[in-house]
């Protein structure tokens, strides 16, 4: 976008006046140089208006393939996108990936949207500070409908002993060490997201998997949920 000197009027820039040609040659299927082009344009604008941007566009080039249904799936796409990032800024949530992008990542968060339940967010920032800080936010809405509106939200400061407990048992249950994005493979209809989010510094990436009963997500949700002190009808 740019702003013509002196007019105050804004300018559509060259990404914009592309998608304005795919309209009108009714052009429906984007190339991946096209697509990266739309992209950049749409981080920048974002970064204008304050819209955040909480997934990495490349994400939608990841994929992986299931032996079980014998082909290959998208391990992020632009629906999931969607449906994860309505959820977040109902929540008034902030872009970890934006603050990767600036160079000030230092945010674990924890999105909990079980289908039929509540949906929870549970954000530390300063982990690499001596006493992080929990803000954790439970909506109106489900999971795997509509988010619904803000319900309660926690702020407070964690103890040193939290802090140093929470980056030990992310250390050592190592959920970021799995591959980005979510694992079609084991997804389901109705169950729960686990979804785990860590920014460092310039570094940003996401881990998701369907309805996980034990293992690295679950453990490093579990804990993430207990630092809240609520109380919640079902876990899965």
């Given amino acids: 976008m740019r702003i013509a000197k002196g007019s105050g009027r804004v300018r559509p820039g060259p990404f914009v006046r592309r998608l304005h040609a795919w309209r009108f040659r009714g052009r429906l299927s984007l190339r991946h140089e096209d697509k990266m082009m739309v992209w950049t344009g749409l981080l920048a604008l974002a970064q204008a208006t304050s819209t955040p941007v909480y997934f990495p566009p490349f994400y939608e080039r990841l994929e992986t393939y299931c032996p079980n249904f014998q082909r290959t799936f998208a391990r992020f796409s632009d629906d999931r996108r969607e449906w994860y990032s ?134 490093t949700g579990m804990g993430m949920l207990r630092l809240t002190g609520w109380q919640f009808d079902r876990i899965y």
């Avoid at 977040?88 to 949530?93: D, N, P, S, Y």
């Avoid at 988010?147 to 926690?154: F, V, Y």
């Avoid at 250390?171 to 109705?190: F, H, I, Q, R, W």
């Fill in 86 to 219: 309505k959820h977040l800024r109902a929540a008034q949530e902030p872009s970890l990936f934006q603050q990767a992008r600036a160079g000030r990542g230092d945010t674990l968060r924890f999105l909990w949207l079980r289908t039929n339940h509540a949906p929870v967010i549970v954000r530390i920032e300063n982990m690499q500070a001596a006493r992080g800080r929990l803000i954790a936010t439970e909506l109106t809405g489900q999971g795997g409908y509509a988010p619904g509106t803000i319900k309660r939200r926690l702020d407070r400061q964690l103890t040193a002993e939290e802090t140093a407990d929470l980056r030990r048992r992310l250390v050592a249950n190592n959920p970021l060490g799995m591959a980005s994005g979510t694992d079609e493979c084991t997804n389901g209809m109705d169950g729960s997201q686990w979804i785990v989010e860590r920014a460092v510094g310039q570094r940003y990436k996401m881990v998701d998997r369907f309805y996980p009963e034990q293992g690295p997500i679950r453990s």
